[in-house]
């Protein structure tokens, strides 16, 4: 060999040895990538380690912050440094330097030392931007248009300004009571949809932070703000209630100049204001716009605003500002038109294939004052017509009227629709389905999870969940995106939830939520929807209880225990208020949801429909809040509450035992949901449990192998049937076609799942109107099951978050193969096997600084061809029920086997 080649082989192994040393990459703050405007006096840092090597880990770590990166390394100039702690955190690690500055940029960075002491390099910087941590920081006032003709037409409001050179950093601050879209010097400032966002306006409003810093110029300036109604003006709820009329602006520029001096720009006397091209908009009904009445230029500075009228400064209260904390919404996928039809009607329909939450953007050419109708529905009827009944009062009509200016490109912007369908009016000349494209609107969490089978039903209901998420995750946790309702039903997100975080990243999503919840509780009463607007009515079993739920389960997902600090008092709110309801321990609740939507028929002469006792319900949710509310004390080292609600929880399941049990074991109701309730809260004796677990699956069979659970069941049926070892019932279930199953509205093309099991029955007839979404997401909650049993990717309760995973597949339903990858904060889990000729392969991605024990179903296993008893990465833990038992560390395995007869 050449001395040259000699030189590079030794080079290259060089540079592979430093390129497998641990590093760190994946900056968040606050669980999210370089945020701005965070109100968060401590935000919490979570980094990855970038693993080379098998079974890494960290020991040590060591975070400094300054005010801008130069400053990160030189210790007089640096805000904080957090000295080398030894900790293996690298999760949701909280600040704790000096106080935070309002409005102000702060660097950071971090360097680990792995599990054989070897340092990292410094990461590469992270940043994080604050806002206003007083109310004092606040200089703007509230402003309105002083007189409006049309008020439910959007005004826009204008000011100039003007700025001197060496601008070095500008936000905007801005909210408004309505929703708003801002502009600078005639372009649109950020990307964030819907905006401020749907709170508990009154006690929470939440205010948005832009770096705005290119959009401004030296000399004159123009800030320009259109308002809608959005959720505060529009008729919302089944009693069709606004927040309030005053459509009004609440805005602040901060500038700073690299002299270090600084400029503000506020809302208050001196803007102008004037009515827009948005005559109309509503949530429900949709938008309207007429582009005669645009106003070219209407927001840069050289503007003649003369002819516009005046604002009014506005006293409205200030102290519910609230920075903003979870995603924004914001464009996603974009759909083509799938095909025209022309109904059976004669209606010009467009079908795009997917049943989706957003808007169609419309291209047209036409005269002035030609008026576009574009309608929106799910689904057609069985004669192949559009089929809008199930929509309720809810209009979703976009009207676009034109301007005779060259082609025209219209969208909405403050009112969104669920659909998959639209039927097109007055378009002039050829409908070109080229000129129409749907575009979907949700929260922009990141997508965490994926889901795959040999089935391409299961696949197909994997999509059908992830839609049905994508649709309701629209900033509060909805029921249904299209008729008149869309809100924040706690039931439905309780139910959700679990499933909710293996597809995406929600914890941020449900902390801004469960704040609402929070401020929206009356002497610890959870209302059923979350905001509570209008006379919501009160917590029902099941509904209420997503207040124990929601935070335990974000706290397993994301091991974020300060979810649960945050909701403590209202968790145990919840509870105290089912206590002081309830007599001799028994909640009898004077009414109730039920199971929500279980199976029933029409004409019921034999009793077969699946009522489940209202009451008995209610005993097992008690219990299951109080549970989930002894869990949080434990984590929060509260042990008075844990004793004293572990003596309640006694109390609670001796009542049931009392009021709903026979002596033999029987359930007084017996129907799935009772006996997966009971079973799945631990509210019958442990020798009581295993006959019940039967009586279960009897039921199923008497049901011919179907499912007859509504919300509240459904979630935890086919998790009881696997702890009590009925596997093969549950993959009866699941995969089970005919009505009541979660393959029947697949096998009926539904792209998005059903609020009911038979939402389009199978003569193609639809289930009653006034109850028949297709796209409500709470019998999505199969989904938790499919990942957490059929590829077995799980996280423990004592090292949440997935710091240590189990995986252990549950193989069956003659599948040959399932896969699954989570993206958890330490890094991408995967958990997929597969079945060829006998054997069973099974490959494992763990991530760095986490560990993982794992299950497998197989004999004379091998790892990466070595057997487990030589391996060194692999440490073998012995045999399990049908399983080899091992823990790992991170890495990349791949287990070999003899498949374990009987296992499908
Ligand atoms: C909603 C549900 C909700 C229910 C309460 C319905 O109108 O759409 O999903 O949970 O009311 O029973």
Redesign the pocket.
């Known amino acids: 060999m050449k001395k040259s080649a000699i030189l590079f082989l030794i080079f290259s192994l060089f540079t592979v040895s430093a390129f497998t040393r641990t590093g760190v990459s994946h900056l968040l703050t606050e669980n999210r990538i370089n945020p701005i405007g965070l109100d968060t006096p401590t935000p919490r840092f979570t980094w990855q380690l970038v693993a080379g090597e098998r079974g890494v880990y960290q020991t040590v770590y060591e975070i400094r912050l300054a005010e801008s990166t130069a400053a990160l390394s030189k210790s007089k100039n640096r805000v904080w440094d957090s000295g080398k702690i030894t900790s293996g955190k690298s999760v949701q690690v909280p600040y704790k330097g000096p106080k935070l500055q309002s409005d102000t940029r702060y660097y950071w960075q971090v360097r680990v030392w792995d599990q054989d002491s070897k340092a990292s390099a410094w990461s590469e910087p992270a940043w994080f931007q604050t806002a206003f941590f007083n109310l004092s920081d606040w200089k703007a006032k509230w402003i309105t248009p002083a007189s409006r003709k049309d008020t439910s037409a959007s005004p826009l409001l204008r000011k100039i300004f003007n700025l001197h050179e060496d601008i070095k950093s500008a936000n905007l601050y801005i909210t408004s009571h309505g929703m708003y879209e801002a502009f600078i010097n005639g372009s649109r400032v950020g990307d964030a949809l819907l905006t401020p966002g749907w709170t508990s306006y009154n006690e929470r409003l939440q205010y948005q932070v832009y770096d705005i810093t290119d959009m401004l110029q030296n000399g004159s300036n123009a800030v320009g703000v259109v308002l809608g109604n959005g959720w505060y003006k529009s008729d919302m709820g089944?009693n069709l209630v606004r927040y309030k009329d005053d459509i009004s602006l609440l805005c602040q520029l901060e500038i700073h100049y690299k002299d270090g001096t600084s400029e503000l720009v506020t809302s208050g006397p001196g803007w102008k204001s004037v009515t827009g091209p948005i005559r109309y908009s509503d949530v429900y009904d949709g938008e309207t716009y007429d582009a005669r009445y645009e106003i070219p230029g209407w927001s840069t500075p050289g503007f003649d605003d003369s002819d516009w009228g005046m604002v009014k400064v506005k006293d409205y209260k200030m102290d519910n500002l609230i920075a903003t904390y979870n995603e924004p919404v914001r464009k996603h996928e974009v759909f083509t038109a799938n095909k025209l039809i022309t109904t059976p009607k004669g209606d010009k329909v467009i079908d795009f294939g997917q049943n989706l939450v957003g808007w169609v953007q419309v291209k047209v050419k036409g005269k002035a004052g030609d008026t576009v109708r574009i309608y929106h529905a799910e689904v057609l009827d069985k004669k192949g017509n559009f089929y809008t009944d199930n929509l309720r009062t809810a209009r979703q009509l976009d009207t676009y009227v034109l301007e005779d200016n060259g082609t025209e490109t219209f969208e909405p912007h403050f009112s969104w629709q669920g659909f998959r369908y639209i039927k097109i009016e007055g378009y002039p000349g050829e409908i070109d389905p080229v000129n129409f494209t749907a575009t979907a609107i949700y929260s922009d969490m990141t997508p965490t999870g994926t889901f795959e089978c040999s089935d391409s039903l299961l696949n197909q209901l994997q999509h059908n969940i992830q839609w049905g998420q994508r649709g309701n995750f629209l900033d509060v946790p909805t029921?249904?995106p299209q008729r008149d309702?869309r809100l924040g039903?706690t039931?439905?997100a309780q139910a959700f939830a679990r499933t909710a975080t293996f597809n995406f990243r929600v914890d941020n999503f449900f902390a801004k939520w469960l704040k609402d919840l929070a401020v929206d509780q009356k002497n610890g009463d959870v209302p059923?929807i979350v905001p509570n607007i209008g006379k919501g009515v009160s917590g029902s079993p099941g509904?209420g209880d997503v207040a124990t739920i929601a935070p335990w389960t974000m706290y397993l997902a994301y091991g974020d225990r300060r979810i649960l600090e945050d909701q403590y008092e209202s968790m145990k709110g919840w509870v105290d208020h089912i206590t002081g309801l309830s007599k001799n321990n028994l909640w009898i609740p004077s009414w109730s949801?039920g199971d929500?939507l279980f199976y029933s028929l029409n004409n019921d002469r034999s009793g077969e429909s699946a009522i489940t006792d209202k009451s008995l319900i209610a005993q097992c949710f008690y219990a299951c809040s109080t549970q989930n509310l002894i869990n949080a004390a434990k984590v929060l080292g509260k042990t008075t509450d844990v004793e004293n609600y572990t003596e309640l929880l006694k109390d609670i399941k001796n009542a049931f035992f009392r009021e709903y049990v026979t002596r033999s074991g029987r359930l007084v109701s017996g129907t799935q949901t009772a006996y997966v309730l009971a079973l799945q809260f631990d509210m019958l004796p442990e020798d009581l449990r295993d006959q019940a677990a039967d009586r279960l699956v009897d039921n199923i069979r008497h049901y011919n192998n179907h499912l007859t659970t509504g919300?509240l069941g459904t979630p935890y049926l086919c998790h009881v049937l696997t702890r009590f070892g009925h596997d093969d019932v549950a993959y009866e279930l699941l995969l089970q076609k005919t009505y009541p199953s979660w393959l029947y509205p697949v096998t009926m093309g539904a792209t998005t799942i059903w609020?009911r099991w038979d939402g389009i029955k199978p003569d193609s007839t639809f289930q009653t109107p006034s109850?028949n979404?297709f796209n409500?997401y709470?019998y999505g909650a199969i989904g938790d099951w499919m990942y957490r049993t059929i590829t077995g990717l799980d996280t423990y309760s004592d090292q949440p978050g997935y710091k240590k995973i189990r995986i252990k597949p549950h193989i069956g339903g003659g599948l040959t193969h399932a896969s699954a990858t989570l993206k958890t904060y330490y890094g991408n889990v995967k958990s997929g096997w597969e079945i060829k000729d006998g054997r069973l392969l099974m490959n494992i991605e763990i991530p760095g600084n986490t560990s993982a024990v794992i299950y497998i179903p197989a004999s004379g296993v091998t790892e990466s061809t070595r057997l487990l008893k030589e391996s060194e990465d692999v440490k073998y833990l012995g045999e399990e029920d049908g399983y080899v038992k091992v823990e790992v560390g991170s890495g990349v395995y791949a287990f070999v086997g003899e498949e374990v007869g009987g296992m499908r």
């Open positions: 089944y029921d249904c309702e039903w039931g439905d059923a509904w949801f929500w919300f609020e109850m979404s409500h709470a």
